[in-house]
């Protein structure tokens, strides 16, 4: 299934490289990816498609230090 | 203050006494603010040495550990511990020198890109860009290490950062801040505990990060509820209570899986539902409802979902539960099982048998002592026929499974708690993993026991070779290892072999006896198993027994 995130993550390049890694790692297929950086924050939004319960991701990137927010979408999907 | 001074220097404040470690040419301005600071540096003679070292420091106190390495070899070297400590949720902090900022990118000599490699193994990670920036980024990677979920924080400086003039900007106190325990979830908790008939602890190593015992120990007396412990939590439920059933799980005991996979409750308490822990996840515990109680949300529902979920330290949401006492029939039937299924150490013939002489060590040990393992059938049966009491005791790489692990950590613990016996319990194929440090325990008179469980085999991938790969040894047959005592004598240290069951009480008490270093090296049947041991796929009730196999 597929899911749309929007992630705000510190306006640093390892933080984005941080939580595609979390993404990747967690079986989250990246299908789609939109990057926008603002003075403090990036805004990503992602589209990842996964035949996990998407919570095994936003918990976990949730748990990032450098992430501020973790916006899902498809809130059917979530818990 | 130069960077390299202040990394020294806000340790030292912090109260950091010991740090371990290998200097080389990227971190030599820390190295050189080290020398005559007031921190104990401890030589490794590997950074793997050095990382584990500082696991088991931090393993066996509950503070933080602290390693330095050098770029790029030296970084790629602390990896396996970084990974460990992850796994293990362990408060550890590395320092890593890089090269120059100017040359970073270039392929500079011994250059990694330490930052990248740490994204899978560390809880966060730093490259300090801005000599401004190093104070906060070395206080909030000690903040981050040791609160919430302890884990690995690796802080990487280059040398230019290291050798300028830094500011230095006090030190802010942080404060973590949990999120609020949801009284809907406590109130489910509690009425799911009422309800239960059948109710078990299922303890994990978040009671020793979470320094949670007493209150552990405090719910389980109110509730006589049975407890099984994870291979972190051994310790954690003091050996006295009349209700502890050890171990569960691969090579947990009888009573333990039987326990769990019988009840109708099980009370999950800082553990993980990890595979090894569970078998065949569908069939692990598949009557019970779950009560899950974790300080990280993530793990709750990762695996096994829970009816009730505390999000809490455990110091806090343990106290929180209601004590019913777990009904007399339940009890009576759990006694039962643990006197069924009571370890037995009366072993025909004239070899040493391991389990024997671990509970022999450990019934004779000071209840203050230290074990440290590797990995392997030694390591499984340090859990199960050795008693600990407190988790602090017994330090296993449980996550990860690395070999290599006890003997640097049990370094790290002997420097940590120098008035207590530390006793290092391997494999003669563990052993070998990181061999070199006994050049540090030498160096630096650490009276570290250890004890080598040799059958001249990689004993548990044998163990699986003889039962699922239809006795195909691939690769396990060490029958050329070294004389081990010879080898340790090699470093000043004592010892001596034993091959027969007659010896091994001797020996026990000649080891004990030591007062400095000293190696046991036991000689063992090359043919000896784990039991029990369930199989991969099957449910944890389907264990495969010594009975079993003899018939």
């Not at chain 2, 004779?364 to 049966?381: A, E, Y």
């Not at chain 2, 699986?464 to 240290?493: H, M």
């Amino acid at each position: 299934m597929k899911h749309q995130l929007t992630v705000a993550v510190n306006n640093q390049a390892i933080a984005v490289e941080r939580f595609l890694r979390v993404a990747r790692h967690r079986g989250f297929r990246l299908t789609q990816l939109e990057l926008q950086g603002h003075e403090e924050l990036f805004h990503v939004k992602m589209t990842v498609d996964s035949d996990k319960p998407i919570y095994l991701l936003t918990s976990q990137l949730n748990k990032l230090v450098e992430v501020q927010s973790v916006d899902l979408h498809t809130l059917q999907q979530a818990i | 203050m130069t960077g390299a001074q202040l990394v020294i220097d806000m340790l030292v404040k912090q109260g950091v006494s010991s740090v371990f470690g290998y200097p080389g040419g990227a971190i030599m301005p820390i190295y050189d603010a080290l020398y005559g600071a007031p921190l104990k540096h401890y030589l490794t003679r590997h950074e793997q040495g050095a990382g584990f070292a500082a696991v088991g420091y931090a393993r066996s106190t509950g503070k933080l550990g602290v390693c330095f390495a050098t770029s790029g070899p030296g970084a790629t070297n602390l990896v396996t511990a970084l990974a460990d400590a992850m796994m293990d949720s362990v408060p550890l902090l590395a320092i890593t020198g890089q090269v120059p900022t100017a040359a970073i990118g270039s392929d500079a000599f011994q250059e990694v890109d330490v930052l990248g490699m740490s994204l899978s193994c560390t809880k966060h990670s730093f490259m300090v860009e801005r000599g401004e920036d190093l104070a906060e980024v070395l206080q909030q990677a000690m903040h981050i290490a040791q609160s919430g979920r302890p884990g690995p924080v690796l802080v990487d400086i280059p040398k230019d950062i290291q050798q300028a003039q830094v500011p230095v900007t006090a030190w802010q106190s942080e404060v973590y801040q949990p999120t609020p325990l949801s009284s809907f979830e406590l109130d489910k908790a509690n009425a799911l505990l009422a309800q239960a008939k059948k109710p078990v602890a299922y303890v994990g190593g978040g009671v020793h990060s979470a320094d949670a015992q007493a209150e552990l120990m405090a719910f389980l007396q109110r509730t006589q509820m049975p407890a099984v412990s994870t291979l972190k939590a051994l310790g954690s439920v003091r050996p006295e209570y009349a209700y502890d059933l050890g171990m569960l799980g691969m090579h947990g005991g009888q009573a333990a899986n039987l326990a769990v996979q019988e009840c109708d409750l099980l009370v999950c308490i800082g553990a993980r539902f990890d595979d090894r822990v569970t078998g065949n996840l569908a069939k692990f515990a598949a009557n019970a409802k779950v009560i899950h109680l974790d300080i990280d949300p993530a793990e709750v529902g990762k695996r096994k979902p829970a009816a009730a979920s505390l999000i809490a330290d455990l110091k806090v949401s343990l106290p929180l539960l209601q004590g019913e006492l777990a009904p007399a029939p339940w009890r009576a039937h759990i006694s039962a099982l643990a006197e069924q299924h009571a370890w037995r150490y009366d072993y025909p013939g004239d070899k040493v048998y391991a389990p024997y002489l671990l509970n022999r060590l450990s019934r004779l040990m000071p209840d203050t002592g230290v074990v440290c393992c590797d990995v392997g059938q030694h390591q499984m049966w340090v859990a199960q026929h050795m008693r600990f009491s407190h988790p602090s005791n017994h330090l296993s790489s449980g996550g990860a499974g690395t070999m290599g692990f006890g003997l640097p950590a049990a370094i790290g613990a002997q420097v940590a708690r120098p008035e207590d016996m530390v006793i290092t319990v391997s494999g003669d194929g563990s052993i070998m993993m990181n061999i070199q440090e006994l050049a540090t325990i030498r160096r630096n008179n650490l009276p570290v026991k250890i004890v080598i469980l040799d059958n001249q085999r990689l004993g548990m991938v044998r163990q699986w070779q003889q039962l699922f790969f239809d006795g195909r040894y691939s690769e396990t047959n060490l029958s050329d290892n070294p004389d081990f005592v010879q080898l340790a004598a090699v470093f000043g240290i004592p010892g001596q072999t034993i091959t027969r069951a007659n010896e091994v009480d001797g020996a026990v008490d000649a080891l004990l006896a030591s007062t400095g270093p000293y190696i046991l090296h036991a000689c063992i049947d090359d043919k000896e198993n784990v039991w029990p041991l369930v199989p991969p796929g099957a449910a944890n009730h389907e264990m495969l027994t010594q009975l079993q196999q003899q018939n």
